[in-house]
């Protein structure tokens, strides 16, 4: 190996982020006890549970959001002290790109009660990102959420490593295991895996445009002077994730029964669009968020040759990172 | 009104005794703002939060599951000092059949993970309880789970009053609130008080049978020596709650993904049977009660006259303790 290479490293698999989402956390102990599925990659892969604590207590969280505990102010300000952003420096120290265990890309798993399907969410638009997607969504066609420019919502896992994606999973409760919810994050997992064998390989061709849902912003449900809600999501908006959404359509009902169009429920600062795509629709945990579902635009990137060359570039230091 | 009549009393309506099912404290502050719907049938009812700590955290329960708290020998015991427990003597004594402003009649409103759909459960044979229910079912069709003689499951809130049923509405992911099941919620709610107004009355006529589904024990997941699941759900069994199940039925799939039939999965001690009709399938909560699911037979049972004359005698005491 000539001595200029930059060092290698694995890939890190993170499940239970949130402790009440127990598919990846199964899938974890499943692949520890039969890394067949997984290993024919040739790349050295870390099995880490996110936040174990609450996994035991079977809750999202202890203290905070540890997938909002990210962001580099929180973890640079020693008064903060969360049992989360505790969790997040230390995952960092061992895990991170410069930790005692280099891991170079990340993929975290998630499971959401919104009728999301198999499902990619990117943030930011880093080539290394696009281009795995665009592999993965070749590949499997999943639909791809691009979460960027939202200062409400940070501090998200995947960033701070160079490249990394959240596979989302949905529709399932909190708290319930169901084997479907299973098959479809492996597959997801094992797409990944193969998209990267293949740059490493040089072989990985990517399509001519990637499709995206890029995240515009979010609305929440309407709400007394208390906070307390005052209206439901109206049930044509049931399930109804990545389907075309119009300013006239109803997307709450009120106390009183009658429909209010999207038109009248979005923030003032969200962009006119004609067609929006909606994604994450009453997802349990994003009550507390102030989100009743986020809009996005549904746009075809065409997929320029860098993101594929990055992606090749890091593959490689993957494989390099791999036991011999 | 003869000296002799024994006192009337209000009917309780209870909402929100696991504070991540959203459904019946939304309907609560609903019918506070707007009793019209319910107050037509000219009860005293009360509408009251089980456990409002639990609600506000979004969780099942604080310390213990309130709706496991009410076992007499628990309520008694003053070394029982959780937060359930003295909710449940608290509950008691403000609204119990002898509290200070007692209530007669619960109907305590909960909403499932499991696909239960609009359902009713009773615990044990009070004929009262059963009188309702058959009013119920004649109206709405609703199935009804009786749950009884079950010694790891007891302490239910409904039994410490004279009358009483649990309505419960799902599939709905914990922390979700949706439209289509406040409504299913109020429907049955509604029923309830129409067939109570009827026997008071004096015009209520049950149907020849009621048909239950009789509990007869619990089957949970294969556990490994450190008690994590060593299986998955059979997909073929998600969300066939009240359907046929034979033991030659596949009920789990084993960490190879090979798949258990429910011969092989069930207790010894539960009675043989060529059919079961199973209830709360992956429900959510009761993993760590050890349930994976619950079996049931069908039976149809003739309604006796005395079922009746309970309710008419219990309608018209309810009626007393309505406001003049």
């Keep these: 190996m000539p001595s200029e290479a ?17 598919h990846a956390p199964w899938l974890l102990e499943h ?3 039969d890394p067949g599925s997984l290993a024919r990659h040739g790349f050295a892969l870390q099995l880490v549970v996110g936040n174990p604590e609450a996994l035991a207590a079977g809750r999202r969280y202890i203290d905070c959001d540890l997938n909002r505990s990210f962001a580099p102010h929180r973890l640079a300000d020693l008064h903060q002290q969360s049992l989360e952003v505790l969790r997040a420096r230390e995952l960092l120290d061992c895990h991170g ?6 891991a170079l890309l990340v993929l975290d798993l998630h499971s959401t009660t919104a009728a999301m399907g198999n499902s990619l969410v990117l943030y930011g638009r880093r080539p290394c990102d696009l281009a795995l997607a665009a592999g993965i969504q070749q590949r499997l066609g999943l639909p791809v959420y691009l979460h960027e420019a939202d200062a409400a919502q940070s501090g998200f896992l995947v960033e701070r490593w160079p490249c990394g994606l959240v596979i989302e999973v949905g529709p399932v409760p909190q708290g319930v295991l169901r084997a479907a919810i299973c098959q479809q ?7 990944a895996l193969a998209v990267l064998a293949a740059a490493a390989a040089g072989d990985l061709r990517l399509p001519p445009r990637l499709v995206v849902h890029r995240h515009l912003g979010s609305v929440d449900l309407p709400r007394r002077s208390d906070g307390s809600p005052a209206g439901l ?3 044509s908006l049931e399930a109804a994730d990545w389907r075309p959404l119009r300013p006239s359509d109803p997307v709450f009902i009120d106390r009183s029964g009658c429909p209010v169009p999207l038109g009248a429920a ?15 629709i009453n997802e349990a945990a994003y009550g507390e968020k102030g989100i009743a579902f986020s809009l996005t635009t549904r746009e075809s990137w065409p997929v320029p040759q860098l993101w594929l060359a990055d992606l090749a570039s890091l593959s490689r230091r993957l494989q390099r990172g791999a036991p011999l």
């Design 31 to 33: 692949w520890r006890a």
């Design 233 to 235: 999501l109206h049930p």
């Design 185 to 191: 994050t492996q597959a997801a997992l094992e797409a």
């Design 266 to 280: 979005m923030p003032p600062h969200l962009p006119a669009q004609e067609t929006y795509w909606p994604v994450f």
């Design 6 to 22: 930059p060092p290698g490293g694995s890939i890190l698999v993170v499940g239970g982020t949130h402790g009440n989402e127990r």
């Design 97 to 102: 790109p410069e930790g005692l265990e280099p």
